[in-house]
């Protein structure tokens, strides 16, 4: 008798299998601009992971044309959102000839996207000592481990101050930190677990290069100069004080980290917390 139901059952439509290894499906895509765009994923139960790493995703590759095996095609990726969040999100350029991004920016919800659940990286609470104000430095899609990292409590109960500081070529590449930011203040669970109007310890200061804005130019020039921290009302930056985690392009990263050198902070890493850490922002 059991094995006759056994064959009833399997003439049932079978559950939908993911025809990916580690496969996530994709329930949401926003596009921001032709260069730009984000993405929320179903998160592996099993993974665990600290606001501000990344982890290896991407898609399967075009077959190999003497073999017809495809290889998956991965990359490294900030988790955009925090370690409460069931969702994972992400934040990607689009680069018309990457050998991902040329695919990846046509994902729908309902597709699915191949995710490697080992989670590293050094933008992380446990990299840095403990200090006053925290700073973070981004540009272009470098903003994504400190979405993450906004919307983590940690970053509010280890500082009384956040300055997050957004360098961008154009206006429009700035929107996704901008109503990230917005939303935090409308946020109810995150007012309630944090504590009502935490997001008043966020200063945020966007900048442009190549269009017009209320604030151009790049943060470096702007901090070298002193016009930054006028703006913001903040004294430069001292070792006793302030901390900081630096996402963006290379040539930002390096300029930066001197910088930081310069005003005597020293680079810190998950073995040996100090004053600040570095991250490069994944480009195609
Ligand atoms: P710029 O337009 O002057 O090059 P990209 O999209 O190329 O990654 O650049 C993102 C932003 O980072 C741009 O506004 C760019 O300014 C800025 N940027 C590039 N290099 C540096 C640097 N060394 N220091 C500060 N900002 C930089």
Request: proline share 7%; glycine share 8%.
């Amino acid at each position: 008798m059991t094995e006759m139901s056994t064959v009833t059952e399997a003439a049932a439509p079978a559950p939908k299998v993911p025809t990916l290894p580690d496969a996530q499906t994709v329930t949401e895509v926003k596009h921001w601009t032709d260069r730009l765009f984000s993405f929320r994923c179903t998160r592996p139960a099993a993974l665990r992971f600290r606001s501000g790493e990344f982890v290896m995703i991407g898609l399967m590759g075009d077959p190999d044309p003497k073999t017809g095996k495809q290889k998956p095609l991965l990359r490294a990726y900030s988790i955009a959102s925090p370690s409460w969040d069931e969702e994972l999100e992400f934040y990607s350029i689009k680069v018309q000839d990457g050998p991902l991004t040329s695919k990846l920016q046509h994902i729908k919800v309902g597709d699915e996207i191949i995710l490697r659940p080992k989670p590293v990286g050094t933008l992380v609470h446990d990299a840095l000592l403990p200090g006053k104000r925290i700073w973070f430095f981004a540009t272009g899609t470098g903003f994504a481990p400190f979405a993450s990292l906004l919307r983590e409590p940690q970053t509010y109960q280890d500082y009384d101050e956040v300055i997050i500081t957004h360098t961008c070529r154009e206006v429009g590449e700035l929107q996704y930190g901008r109503e990230l930011i917005e939303a935090l203040k409308t946020d109810e669970l995150l007012n309630e677990v944090i504590g009502e109007g935490f997001w008043k310890k966020i200063k945020y200061y966007p900048t442009t290069t190549r269009e017009e804005s209320p604030k151009m130019g790049r943060i470096t020039d702007l901090m070298r100069s002193g016009e930054a921290f006028a703006d913001l009302g903040v004294a430069p930056i001292n070792p006793e004080d302030d901390r900081a985690m630096v996402c963006g392009n290379l040539a930002f990263n390096l300029e930066i980290k001197d910088m930081l050198e310069g005003y005597g902070l020293e680079e810190g890493a998950n073995s040996k917390p100090a004053q600040y850490v570095v991250e490069k922002a994944f480009l195609d």
